[in-house]
């Protein structure tokens, strides 16, 4: 298999409701890999999957990653309340490395993670 050169990973972690890891990955033979690990409530058993994601979706998550301002965001803002969900999405480029932590959050940075949780299949989500 060729080597992954750009990476992002997305995880969702509600207060109540369980929670998601998803994987995109891009090759150097221009592969585009989509896996997600999904548990509805914190004991349920996983749910996981992978397949191959189309060009368009990556192109799509590329101008959300550049909306949401992904590569210049802090890492971490104040962590917020009791009922919501927290949110960490990473990031690699070759060797570079982006981490965010937010509580919930919304606008542009809402539109990227919906983007990826719908590309997975995960509409039930409530991100």
């Not at 207060?15 to 349920?44: K, N, S, T």
């Not at 191959?52 to 990556?58: F, I, S, T």
């Not at 962590?79 to 990473?90: F, L, R, S, V, Y």
């Not at 570079?96 to 539109?111: D, F, K, M, N």
Request: proline letters at 5%.
């Amino acid at each position: 298999m060729p080597d992954e050169i750009e990476a992002y990973r997305p995880h969702w972690d509600s207060a109540f409701r369980g929670h998601a890891i998803i994987r995109v990955g891009r090759f150097e033979d221009g592969g585009l890999v989509l896996r997600y690990l999904y548990r509805p409530r914190r004991f349920a058993e996983a749910q996981r999957g992978r397949f191959a994601l189309m060009l368009a979706g990556w192109t799509q998550m590329n101008d959300a990653l550049i909306a949401a301002h992904f590569w210049t965001l802090a890492p971490y803002e104040l962590p917020g309340g009791c009922d919501g969900a927290t949110w960490k999405i990473e990031g690699r480029r070759e060797d570079t490395y982006q981490v965010i932590s937010r509580w919930c959050p919304g606008g542009a940075l809402w539109e990227l993670g919906r983007l990826v949780f719908d590309f997975a299949g995960l509409d039930e989500v409530r991100v």
